[in-house]
């Protein structure tokens, strides 16, 4: 008797870059770092719209987040704030990932640095990732898989001095930020988990903007409409996509006035679009699958993910679904 194999799921990452500002620190303006109540909790009026909104509307739907947790700014605001942080998310059974920008190891020596990995040497990488890792064990989080340089600046020696590091995963490309890396590969264009450099890339998931083909519009919550995900999402199910990423930021559902944040106000359309995002995904089940890292990993152990698919079609997006982009972007600007 014939067995039907099991229909096709694609597997969902929900990542979210949980980091702080230094808030035009080195422009000369007396600038400050910005705290974690205005970039990772980004409190208003005693309410919290940072992590703990993204981690309820996620908890609603029955979904687990991936949080990439910026180290580096332990060493102006110290490791008790970080690793508060961590506690939280860990406490609600969400992940944590590692996330760095370099930018903060100023305060280390007083000496002006490079937000930019590339800028680094591959020991010097290394150096920052395992000194990065071992904080994380220090403060208990042992299972470490993946990691995401800030502003996706990276290259083939950050590749190299992940897996050097032990970690199995990166997510370091972004086609809508593709001057941001320099990694060499033979898929400059891939848009699905794959093996580049001994690491698991899973790179954030994008599609072809309208009305220009070839710009690059990306599963960013802030920078595209639910109109465009969902329809991209199921265009790539029924291309056999393994794995989609999304991406958004401890502080993007709201709306910051400066570089310092001076005055926040939660943004009502980004909410409610990561809230529509999660339901459809709790109600696409037959379909989808929200999974982390270490879900991921124990998937491709039992060969359930494969990590070599070539997709050769790239959703474009619509006239309408653009146009609702831009007047709900525009809507939400404004203070």
Not at 26 to 34: A, E, L, R, S
Not at 36 to 56: F, P
Not at 130 to 147: P, Q
Request: some cysteine; aromatic content about 12%; hydrophobic content about 35%.
């Amino acid at each position: 008797m014939q067995t039907s194999l099991p229909e096709h799921k694609t597997k969902v990452l929900i990542t979210v870059d949980t980091e702080f500002s230094m808030g035009g620190f080195f422009n000369g303006n007396n600038h400050m770092p910005v705290p974690a109540e205005r970039r990772v909790y980004c409190k208003v009026r005693g309410k919290d719209y940072g992590i703990n909104l993204i981690m309820d509307i996620l908890d609603e739907y029955g979904l687990r987040g991936i949080f990439f947790v910026e180290t580096e700014a332990r060493h102006y605001f110290g490791e008790t704030k970080i690793l508060d942080i961590i506690g939280e998310i860990r406490k609600r059974n969400h992940e944590v990932q590692l996330h760095i920008h370099p930018t903060f190891r100023f305060f280390l020596k007083r000496e002006r640095t490079s937000d930019d990995m590339r800028k680094y040497s591959f020991e010097k990488q290394t150096e920052m990732l395992e000194d990065a890792l071992g904080f994380l064990r220090k403060g208990g989080v042992s299972e470490i898989l993946a990691f995401r340089p800030g502003n996706f600046n990276a290259n083939d020696d950050t590749l190299r001095a992940a897996r050097n590091s032990g970690l199995k995963f990166t997510s370091t490309t972004n086609l809508a930020f593709k001057n941001r890396y320099n990694i060499s590969s033979t898929d400059p264009v891939q848009n699905d988990i794959h093996p580049l450099h001994q690491v698991i890339e899973t790179p954030v998931t994008c599609f072809r903007q309208f009305p220009i083909r070839k710009r690059w519009g990306s599963f960013q919550i802030c920078a595209a409409s639910y109109r465009e995900m969902k329809q991209a999402l199921i265009f790539y199910h029924e291309q056999k996509l393994q794995v989609a990423t999304f991406l958004t930021h401890s502080f993007e559902l709201v709306r910051g006035q400066g570089p310092q944040f001076v005055k926040i106000r939660p943004s009502k359309t980004l909410i409610e679009r990561l809230r529509r995002i999660a339901r459809f995904l709790a109600d696409t089940t037959s379909r989808f699958d929200v999974v982390t890292y270490q879900d991921l990993d124990e998937l491709i152990k039992q060969e359930a993910v494969r990590l070599t698919p070539k997709l050769t079609k790239y959703y474009k997006s619509s006239l309408i679904a653009t146009l609702q982009r831009y007047l709900l972007n525009l809507l939400s600007r404004r203070f």
